[in-house]
């Protein structure tokens, strides 16, 4: 079925870097735009960016340009989201989610991964 | 950005009743409007997408409606499962912003 994976939890230093890792399976990986959205404890949902799994480009919220990276490798069919000078308003649930279809990515998320709990704490 | 306004921020209702979530945005949008459910600890669950368009495997108690900056979602009658927090999300550009949630609570 068609589904993703995400890294374990992780616990980080304010000014470190977190990697998560989304591995999708079940459908054609480089067909569907990839975006991570994150969740901080009893908040909202904010949208962090998006990549092409085929091309690999991406578009990065305005708030997150120069402290995040998305990168994809079709050959494990995984994308990745770094997150670098970490602070403590970064703690939250980051969530992998695939578009709808295949027409782009301005698009409704139907598969969403687990989530990975990111805390950054001294 | 545009900007997403969900009201109200939460609601009280009994199973069995109709319930109405709205969702404003701060400019048209078209009908790229999708709405979503999440219970604690879980991912969303897309419900409806292009604002009226029922997700597969998705109750028919849910609807959508509404294009350019009003729409609403409906649950025709209020199952125990049903309580949960939903978002509106727009895809009509970028960044793809949400609503600030409407959280679904027993009466």
């Known amino acids: 079925q068609v589904q993703l994976v995400q890294s374990g939890a992780e616990v980080k230093k304010p000014g470190a870097s977190v990697k998560v890792s989304c591995k999708a399976s079940g459908y054609t990986f480089t067909g569907y735009y990839m975006h991570w959205v994150r969740q901080a404890p009893g908040q909202g949902l904010e949208w962090m960016g998006t990549i092409n799994p085929s091309g690999g480009g991406t578009t990065y919220a305005q708030k997150l340009e120069g402290r995040v990276i998305m990168t994809r490798d079709t050959s494990t069919n995984t994308v990745n989201m770094e997150l670098s000078s970490l602070r403590s308003e970064d703690t939250a649930v980051y969530y992998c989610a695939r578009v709808r279809s295949t027409s782009g990515w301005l698009d409704a998320f139907d598969i969403w991964g687990q989530g990975t709990m990111v805390t950054v704490s001294s | 950005d545009i900007q997403m306004t969900q009201s109200p921020s939460s609601l009280s209702a009994s199973v069995g009743d109709r319930v109405t979530i709205t969702c404003r945005a701060s400019q048209s949008i078209s009908r790229y409007l999708n709405w979503y459910q999440q219970k604690p600890g879980k991912a969303p669950k897309l419900l409806i997408y292009i604002a009226s368009s029922l997700q597969s495997g998705v109750p028919s108690r849910f609807s959508g409606s509404g294009s350019g900056t009003d729409f609403t979602l409906t649950i025709s009658s209020l199952q125990p499962e049903d309580f949960a927090t939903y978002y509106c999300?727009?895809?009509?550009?970028?960044?793809?912003?949400f609503g600030q949630g409407t959280k679904l609570e027993i009466k």
């Open positions: 999300h727009q895809s009509y550009s970028t960044p793809g912003t």
